[in-house]
């Protein structure tokens, strides 16, 4: 009986931890993918779709909602 209601209170814990943590998601313009964006991401940071390797640059946060553009790539400036 001790037992189940320490799982009960260990499962209770995690799903409250699991709750707090708010991942918002954002959609490959590529392949359809969900790409996930922790919440503590900001407006210029970079992602990368996990289904196509295809990079995104985040472009607006607003109330949880995620806007994404293609990232642009810059070449490599060796100083010249």
């Keep these: 009986m001790f037992t ?27 392949c359809g993918e969900s790409i996930e964006i922790p919440d503590d991401a900001i407006v210029g940071e970079l ?6 390797g295809m990079t995104y640059e985040i ?8 806007s994404l553009k293609s990232a642009e790539h ?4 060796w100083g010249e």
């Design 59 to 66: 472009s607006a946060i607003s109330n949880g909602n995620v």
């Design 74 to 77: 810059v070449g490599e400036d």
């Design 47 to 52: 992602v990368e779709c996990g289904g196509c």
């Design 4 to 30: 189940n209601f320490v799982f009960f209170v260990l499962n209770s814990y995690i799903l409250n931890i699991m709750m707090q943590l708010h991942i918002m998601n954002g959609k490959c313009k590529m």
